[in-house]
């Protein structure tokens, strides 16, 4: 439920913080990046989460945009800058029965989450927000490129689709090669389950961890968010899956 999504979240937080604090024995750590990618919501995209859902979906989404400010607003106290990249194209907010892609992101309850979150935000100085106008967004974290999407596209069956995900950053590195849309790394979510696979794709958690679906698709994972530092001159490392 929605009390103990936020404990978890600010558990999480405060988790992150601590461990950036003791990062910056080594490091700069001056800059935060939130890649957001979506599902913030539980939505009625399935009968059985419209009946079992703890508030209607206009809730759901009040709710989530003015937690998801309150996170970025904690943070913003920790760094001189923090930037929010809002791509919030993923699944369970949709207003459809079944997946679009055309205004996937706008035609989405993740749309009115980021608008009232920016709001929350307007008065941090040190906050910026950069909306996606797609599914996709091609965000550039110490002069690494991440492409930033909700993941939700990938094709599966059972478990963790990993050959799938490869494949989708594949089609991507083809279709983009050549030209200045190029990536160096891909950040995923929608999985529940947090990883770093082949050295170049991030996967997130979730703060509701395995599900009843997830125990019928055969994945696994406790509540958790992953944070990662990125240097201008090595890219990522120190992947952690902060666990809620």
Known sequence: ???????RLFSILDSFVKWVDTL????????????????????????????????PVPVQTARAGLLFGEAVSFLASHFDKVTVFQVG??????????PQ?????????????????????ERHKNVEVIAAEGMKYLATVAGWKFLIEHG???????????????????????RRMGTD????????????????VSGNILINGSLSGTTEFDHGCGR????SQVAFLVSPKHGVFNFTAFKG
């Open 181 to 196: 849309k190029n990536f160096h790394f891909q950040s995923i979510a929608h999985w529940h389950v947090p990883g770093f």
């Open 152 to 174: 939700d596209t990938i094709k599966s069956w059972m478990g963790i689709p990993y050959y799938g995900i490869e494949r989708g950053r594949a089609r991507e590195a083809t």
């Open 220 to 223: 696994h994972a406790e509540p």
């Open 1 to 7: 439920n929605f009390d103990i999504a936020r404990q």
């Open 89 to 98: 194209s993923d699944n369970h907010s949709r207003m459809q029965p079944k």
């Open 101 to 121: 892609f055309k205004q996937k992101f706008e035609n989405s309850f993740s749309y009115l989450v980021h608008v009232i979150s920016s709001t929350y935000l």
């Open 24 to 55: 910056r024995g080594g490091y700069q750590i001056k800059e935060c990046a939130i890649f957001g990618e979506g599902d913030y919501i539980s939505g009625d995209i399935h009968r059985e989460l419209s009946v079992t859902n703890e508030f």
